[in-house]
T-cell receptor, first 112, second 113 residues
Framework: DTGVSQDPRHKITKRGQNVTFRCDPI?????LYWYRQTLGQGPEFLTY????????KSRLLSDRFSAERPKGSFSTLEIQRTEQGDSAMYLC??????????FGPGTRLTVT | DQQVKQNSPSLSVQEGRISILNCDYT??????FLWYKKYPAEGPTFLIS?????DKNEDGRFTVFLNKSAKHLSLHIVPSQPGDSAVYFC????????????FGKGTKLSVIP
């Protein structure tokens, strides 16, 4: 049983560098979500794909952030010119129905 | 503005007793509610959900109750076990569009052996 996987699990980068994270959803799920979680908070929605189409983006997703899901399978989230405020856990989730979403283990980003 | 509120940051319960975790919401458009459990360094794990057309849903030791008029839901765990110690997040969905989840800040449950 393969759940949602994310790579890398941890990333330390210097301020100003670009980083890219990958998410592999559960294979039959057509919906894919990115969330961000900071300390003491619940996950916050960033963006949503249905198949390869990016259908919704949160206002949290500044123009330094871009996400893709090129063939409707895996997805990447890129952050350009990272800032210390980008330090967080980035979570990917997938779903068939929409409401019940299954999360990956997350990528913890630390910007120094 | 927090649309989903979990007002208790932490809760301690003796093993074998009932754990009750509470959640309040403000957005009347929410029509589906979920509870997730999260261990450190892992992603949230789906536990149980409830549609707004129901007032109770049960799955083994876990029961979720929904009071729409009070905009309140609760998760009951009976009996509580040490392995239940984790952070529990309440989440809500509006049924149209992306189904993005809106989460509360979580309640850390500690089950004491």
């Amino acid at each position: 049983d393969t759940g949602v996987s994310q790579d890398p699990r941890h990333k330390i980068t210097k301020r100003g560098q670009n980083v890219t994270f990958r998410c592999d959803p559960i294979s039959e799920h057509n919906r894919l979500y990115w969330y961000r979680q900071t300390l003491g908070q619940g996950p916050e929605f960033l963006t949503y794909f249905q198949n390869e189409a990016q259908l919704e983006k949160s206002r949290l997703l500044s123009d330094r952030f871009s996400a893709e899901r090129p063939k409707g399978s895996f997805s990447t989230l890129e952050i350009q010119r990272t800032e210390q405020g980008d330090s967080a856990m980035y979570l990917c989730a997938s779903s068939w129905t929409g409401a019940e979403q299954y999360f990956g283990p997350g990528t913890r980003l630390t910007v120094t | 503005d927090q649309q989903v509120k979990q007002n208790s940051p932490s809760l301690s319960v003796q093993e074998g007793r009932i754990s009750i975790l509470n959640c309040d919401y403000t957005n009347s458009m929410f029509d589906y509610f979920l509870w997730y459990k999260k261990y450190p360094a892992e992603g949230p794990t789906f536990l149980i959900s409830i549609s707004s057309i129901k007032d109770k849903n049960e799955d083994g030791r876990f029961t979720v109750f929904l009071n729409k008029s009070a905009k309140h839901l609760s998760l009951h765990i009976v009996p509580s076990q040490p392995g239940d110690s984790a952070v529990y997040f309440c989440a809500a969905v509006s049924g149209a569009g992306s189904y993005q989840l809106t989460f509360g800040k979580g309640t850390k449950l500690s089950v004491i052996p």
